[in-house]
């Protein structure tokens, strides 16, 4: 690792309610504190090595109150969380995880997608029942296109197991100590445009991913 190896690292663990964030949190740092900030539940777990806050992104959540928390929490990495097995709630991660990624404080942050429940479905589910792939879950959420701004992993995990949590952790705190600013993200909608009319002004461009 690089000489920033032994600071405390501050990581954002972020996605759409319902992910798996806080099992996460439980199962690599156990029961995680939680404090009610600007109307946000915000829940920070702590080792030695990396302090982790998260929050819920979308739904009931104020952009606002979103905005101060990145900028008030100084995190250097990213970790982005999706339910793989929740289809309808892809178009609004992908919204979300690019309006996170367009602020100035997330300049060149390395970027960890948790591909989360994959364990949900199998061999004898229904078509729209299973977890989507990995490779899937990255196309649908458009991550190609911050691969030349920061570095970028996606790892199939199952949080009740911690499969591919450990795995995906470990890689983004190496990518923190070598990370480098990238090209500026284009700026999405403002925080307070519904997704509907985001989709309706051009953005994200691609609507497939509601299929």
């Not at 309610?17 to 829940?43: D, F």
């Not at 806050?53 to 990213?78: V, Y």
């Not at 990518?175 to 002004?201: F, N, T």
Request: a negative charge; charged letters at 25%.
């Amino acid at each position: 690792m690089g000489s920033g190896a032994s600071k405390e690292k501050r990581v954002l663990l972020l996605g759409c309610r319902g992910a798996g964030k806080q099992t996460i949190l439980r199962v690599n740092y156990g029961p995680p504190c939680m404090s009610p900030e600007l109307g946000i539940t915000i829940l920070e777990a702590n080792t030695e090595e990396v302090t982790v806050f998260s929050w819920d992104m979308g739904g009931h959540t104020h952009p606002a109150s979103c905005e101060k928390f990145l900028k008030k929490k100084n995190a250097k990495g990213l970790v982005w969380v999706v339910d793989s097995s929740d289809r309808n709630t892809l178009l609004e991660s992908r919204f979300q995880l690019q309006w996170a990624l367009s602020h100035p404080e997330m300049d060149g942050a390395p970027l960890l997608v948790l591909a989360n429940k994959q364990d949900v479905g199998g061999d004898g589910a229904e078509a729209g029942e299973a977890a989507l792939a990995p490779e899937e879950v990255a196309d649908r959420l458009g991550v190609a296109a911050y691969e030349g701004q920061r570095a970028v992993r996606v790892v199939g995990s199952c949080a009740e197991s911690n499969e591919g949590v450990r795995e995906g952790m470990g890689w983004l705190l190496e990518a923190m100590d070598e990370a480098v600013v990238g090209a500026d993200p284009p700026r999405p909608p403002a925080p307070g445009s519904s997704l509907q009319e985001a989709v309706e002004k051009g953005w994200p461009g691609d609507t497939s991913i509601t299929k």
